[in-house]
């Protein structure tokens, strides 16, 4: 009967970049999944690789700083070990800081001052932002012309909320579909081994220890198993993770020409994360609605609406596609990393907002831990034991 060193369940990109990271090291990887690798939150994310001290946990900090280091080398490889594109893009984020921003600046030590951009800095960057109106007859035709649900007062209040308040952020984005398809493809060049199709119902013990695993159809035989089943991991025995999903509805538009927008532009009503191709991503909302996908049409409006109130240009945009996915939340908002109690049970899940971003330094620090080797960074805020 064929064994492996290591099960991986679940093919989203977090089990896919930890297969590869212990294929290079070695080890025989077998990558349990109950549906397509690749198809569930992996497969609904903007890509936004956020590194900003402003949104980005202080806890998270370092781990997300060195993965967003690791990413240009990481997209490289996998691009040139699939022959596929990840359309990784360098052009940076345009931030609108939000009230939440502001109260956070106001309490960080040693405090932040970051400098907003001047309206002819930003009119630079990207010319198609909304400007300044010159009076209320000029907004109010705005209004009629974008469909902007919000009153005269409201969306005056918006546009002086935001002017003066953005910042140039240095931050890559990523196709994350395209991420997830071509480390799949590097996941099989490599050797590893996938069964698809079956979900893993139970951790299989021997002697106290983990022996494999069991799915609906069949038993597979490893001394090591790792639980990389984003928001579902909390039901697969035998220790309960605290994971719960956090639902995101998104929307993808067409826009009018490749190059309307550049940068990622995120504001507090919504982001937009424009792709080489001319889709532009358009989200997201953050609920929490148990396992449910559907997306809701008045919710779809308002992320449009949002994105047009930024970009009156995307005004006759066709909409592509909208849809949700779940990200893997956890009741302190960050990851679950490490070795169980369970001896040869590991665990890498619930990041959240940032599981892009964060996939590249997942891989390497969870090799590290199965691998026995030594750690370079610090995973105590992240260990499983501490629920
Ligand atoms: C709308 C939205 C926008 C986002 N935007 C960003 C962003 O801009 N930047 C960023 O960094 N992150 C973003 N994220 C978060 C990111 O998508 C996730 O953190 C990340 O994809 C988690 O990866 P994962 O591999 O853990 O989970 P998933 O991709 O969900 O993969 C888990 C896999 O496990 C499988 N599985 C579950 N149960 C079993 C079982 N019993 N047996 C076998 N297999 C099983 C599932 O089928 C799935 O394929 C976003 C998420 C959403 C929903």
Redesign the pocket.
């Known amino acids: 009967m064929k064994t492996w060193d290591v099960i991986v ?9 930890l297969s590869i990271a212990l294929r290079k090291r070695g080890a025989t990887v077998l990558v ?19 590194d900003c001290p402003l949104e980005t946990p202080p806890v998270l900090q370092s781990l997300a700083t060195a993965s967003a280091r690791l990413y240009p080398e990481f997209a490289h490889e996998l691009e040139v070990e699939s022959g596929m594109k990840v359309d990784l893009r360098d052009y940076g984020t345009i931030l609108f800081l939000s009230q939440e921003h502001l109260e956070h600046l106001a309490l960080t030590t040693p405090p932040i001052r970051p400098a907003p951009l001047s309206a002819a800095e930003l009119e630079q960057l990207e010319p198609e932002l909304s400007k300044a109106f010159s009076d209320d007859a000029e907004m109010e035709s705005f209004r009629q012309d974008c469909g902007v649900e919000q009153s005269l007062d409201q969306t005056k209040e918006f546009f002086r909320a935001i002017r003066g308040r953005a910042l140039y952020l240095k931050e890559r ?1 990523i196709d ?1 579909r395209a991420l ?1 398809a071509a480390a799949f493809q590097t996941a099989k060049n490599r050797g590893v081994d996938f069964s698809s199709g ?4 139970e951790v299989d013990m021997n002697d106290g220890r983990v022996a494999g ?1 069991t ?1 609906t159809k069949t038993s597979f035989v490893a001394p090591k198993v790792v639980n ?6 909390g ?2 025995g035998p220790q309960a993770f605290p994971t719960r999903p ?5 929307l993808c538009l067409a826009m009018p020409s490749r190059t309307l927008l550049k940068h990622v532009i995120r504001s507090p009503e919504a ?1 937009l ?1 424009p792709r080489s191709d001319g889709r532009l991503l358009v ?3 953050i609920e929490e609605a148990g396992f449910d996908k559907r997306t809701v049409p008045a919710t779809i409006q308002h992320l449009h609406r949002a994105a047009l109130m930024l970009v009156p240009k995307l005004k006759d945009a066709k909409i592509l596609e909208d ?6 939340g956890t009741p302190d908002a960050l990851p679950i990393l490490g070795a169980t109690a369970t001896p040869g049970y590991y665990v ?12 590249p330094i997942t891989a390497q620090v969870m090799a590290d831990v199965i691998g026995g080797r030594s750690l370079e960074h610090d995973l105590t805020p992240f260990s499983p034991s501490r629920f």
């Open positions: 369940i679940g093919g989203g990109i977090i089990g896919l970049s349990v999944e109950r549906g397509e690798p690749g198809r569930e939150a992996s497969h609904a994310a903007g890509g936004m690789l956020v984005s994350p997830t079956d979900p893993v119902t695993v799915t990389c089943a984003g928001a579902w991991s039901q697969i956090v639902k995101g509805q998104m982001y994360i989200g997201a909302t849809w949700a996915g779940l990200r893997p890498a899940t619930g990041h959240f907002r940032d599981g892009i971003l964060l996939a």
